[in-house]
């Protein structure tokens, strides 16, 4: 009996060692050729491995998450695009992420980050050579064919893949065109009897609705009490042009006397749109500021949910203040 069960164990242990290594070393044909692997900045072996046998590329992603923990390798994948051109095993593809050398690499830029910010970034991409590097702001608009005096707001937030080794002019070209794509088409078909004479103008109002909400359902509503607002000459008042203003003096909270404090941006003390956006606006808070919401409101204060309460007049937008801010009254 127990020759019998030393038997049996071998032929399972033989089978379960035949079966992994048709899962890591035999070749899978390709859904399709080129087949592109695409690993975001913040994506996790995990849920490349998902997409992978979702695909049918690997036979079980189980096993490609336990190598790869047990080699290292999902430590070691690189952000960008894997091209893949011929039937390829399992342990194939982890070599070639463990190596970390896509064939494109990539930056995301996000919604609602400053041209500070976007610029950082691109500094520190050690894949692209950075031919910027020493420029100031307006010889770099000068260098993509930009005309606009300032960069903030003209870059459009999203992936962008590149060869490595790359000029970071190509990038920064492409994310301004890209802006300009999709600003003109906004333009193109925004709504009637809006208070903007230009596409810029709808751009830095695009700025405001992307910094002052992240929720999307509320981004058209928030358009409409600054378009309602710039239609009866009533100021915007919003927080985050204020610390856009106050540059390096913000440190996390804004004070009364920051927003008694004049500054180009303030729109507590001066009136109209900002001189610039604050902000690379994305799709959705451009599709606002051109489409903003069939509302009257003037008025808007946060939930607490992440929503904000709309209100018509100033009485309603006291007692919303009393309920969400202050937490008294029904």
Known sequence: MLKLFVRLIAVLLAAAALWLAWVVAVPVPLPQSPYN???????????????????????????????????????????GL?????????????????????????????????????????????????????????????????????????????????VPGSSDL???????????QQLGSAWAQ?????PYRSPYELLTMASLVEKETSHEADRPSVAAVFANRLNIGMRLQTDPSVI????????????????RRDTPYNTYTRSGLTPTPIALPGRAALEAAAHPADTRALYFVARGDGSSQFSETLDEHNAAVRKYILKKGG
Do not use: C
Not at 190 to 194: D, G, T, Y
């Open 37 to 79: 692997v695409i690993v975001g900045p913040n994506r996790t072996l995990r849920q490349v491995a998902y997409m992978l046998e979702k695909d049918g590329l690997i036979r079980n992603r189980w096993v490609m998450i336990a190598l790869a923990r047990v080699g290292g390798t999902d430590r070691k994948i690189k952000a």
């Open 82 to 162: 894997y091209e893949i051109s011929s039937p390829v095993a399992m342990w194939q593809l982890l070599k070639r992420f463990a190596e970390g050398n896509p064939d494109q690499a990539s930056v995301t830029v996000l919604e609602g980050w400053s041209f500070r910010q976007f610029r950082a970034v691109i500094d520190r991409e050690p894949d692209l050579k950075h031919d910027t590097r020493g420029l100031t702001e307006e010889a770099l608009l000068v260098s993509i064919g930009a005309p606009e005096p300032r960069a903030e707001g003209l870059f459009f937030p999203s992936t962008y893949f590149f």
């Open 170 to 180: 190509d990038l920064y070209r492409r994310a301004y065109r890209t802006m300009q």
């Open 190 to 194: 925004r709504s009637v009897n809006l």
């Open 244 to 259: 856009y203003g106050m540059g390096a003096a913000y440190h996390g909270n804004i004070s009364r006397a920051d927003l």
